[in-house]
């Protein structure tokens, strides 16, 4: 079972980029898809989140509006747009499969499964 995110990379202000997560050794359509970060001396937080099926997404109240969450089953990928970025999105973000949906705080337990992370750096 293998998560791989990629897409990371430096990015200027007000600029975007797309992650995306494939997934290997299991079929990615049975769960529910989600988006986390970490920022340097910082916890691990919640960024986004989206059911097995692709309609219904929740985001972080940091992110609403900026970012987008969606997912490819036939491909066994999902995605996360990231556009009007700030230097306060620099993080490493990691993607991550549950059985169980959920959102924000208290989230992070639930995932099933983790990928290593990919780098994201907004300069000012």
């Known amino acids: 079972v293998q998560l791989q995110a990629s897409g990371g990379g430096l990015v200027q202000a007000g600029g975007s980029a797309r992650l995306s997560c494939a997934a290997s050794?299991?079929?990615?359509?049975?769960?529910?898809m989600a988006w986390f970060r970490q920022a340097p001396g910082k916890e691990r937080e919640f960024v986004a989140i989206?059911?097995?099926?692709?309609?219904?997404?929740d985001y972080a109240d940091s992110v609403k509006g900026r970012f987008t969450i969606s997912r490819d089953n036939d491909k066994n990928t999902v995605y996360l747009q990231m556009n009007s970025l700030k230097p306060e999105d620099t993080a490493v973000y990691y993607c991550?499969?549950?059985?169980?949906?959920?959102?924000?705080?208290?989230?992070?337990?639930?995932?099933?499964?983790w990928g290593k992370g990919t780098q994201v750096t907004v300069s000012s």
């Open positions: 989206i059911n097995w099926s692709g309609v219904r997404t």
């Open positions: 050794g299991f079929t990615l359509s049975g769960y529910h």
């Open positions: 991550a499969a549950s059985l169980q949906y959920c959102s924000g705080y208290g989230c992070s337990p639930r995932m099933r499964y």
